[in-house]
C-alpha cells in the first residue's frame, strides 16, 4: 500500500555559494526556509521537482523535504533539515554571521 503524502518544501543548495536554499511559490529560490513553498499536493511536489532538476546552473541536488504549516510558513519535520537552516555549523559565516551581526545591531 503506497504512503500517504506529507507535505514537502522543496530544497536544494545555491551552486555558486554553496547556501541551502528553498522554491518560493512564485519559482524563486530564497535561503529562508519559512519562505518557501508548502507543497501539499504530491503532483505539484513532483511537478515542482523536476522544473529544479532542470535548474543545473543555479542549484544542485534539489529534493522535496517533510514539513508542517507553522505560524511563519513552514517548518521542518526531521531534525536534518532544522539543522540545515541554520547554515554552515565549522565557521561563522553564511546564515549564522548573518544572525550575529543582526544580534549585535539590536
Avoid at 504530491?42 to 514539513?67: C, F, H, M
Avoid at 510558513?73 to 561563522?92: I, Q, W
Amino acid at each position: 500500500m503506497a504512503r500517504k503524502f506529507t507535505p514537502k518544501v522543496l530544497t536544494a543548495n545555491d551552486l555558486r555559494l554553496g547556501d541551502v536554499v528553498y522554491m518560493t511559490a512564485s519559482g524563486d529560490w530564497t535561503r529562508c526556509h519559512q519562505d518557501a513553498e508548502l507543497l501539499e499536493e504530491e503532483a505539484d511536489a513532483d511537478l515542482r521537482l523536476l522544473a529544479a532538476q532542470g535548474q543545473a546552473g543555479l542549484i544542485v541536488g534539489p529534493y522535496l523535504a517533510d514539513a508542517v504549516a507553522g505560524p511563519d510558513g513552514p517548518e521542518p519535520v526531521h531534525f536534518r533539515e532544522a539543522f540545515r537552516t541554520r547554515g554552515p555549523s565549522n565557521y561563522d559565516h553564511g546564515k549564522q554571521a548573518d544572525s550575529k551581526r543582526r544580534a549585535e545591531n539590536v
